[in-house]
């Protein structure tokens, strides 16, 4: 089975108002990269449509990379 893993957004987008130092586009690109291994370990085949935390490809890139997979 293949997933791909889209953490969405780009660095420093889309801060918490509760909690200041939570940015959901840092947050997600790190789960990502902490799910990545454990799934690729149970046998999964994994992709992330982000390589680099920089990265914001938009969201018809991802669904065509997601799509290609």
Not at 34 to 56: C, H, M, N, Q, S
Request: proline share 6%; hydrophobic share 35%.
């Amino acid at each position: 089975m293949i997933i791909v893993l889209d953490p969405g957004h780009t660095k420093g987008y889309n801060h918490s108002n509760v909690v200041p130092e939570y940015v959901e586009g840092d947050r997600m690109f790190t789960y990502a990269y902490i799910l990545k291994p454990k799934l690729e370990a149970a046998g999964f085949v994994v992709y992330v449509t982000r390589d680099k935390i920089d990265d914001d490809p938009s969201l018809r890139e991802r669904g065509y990379f997601a799509g290609q997979k």
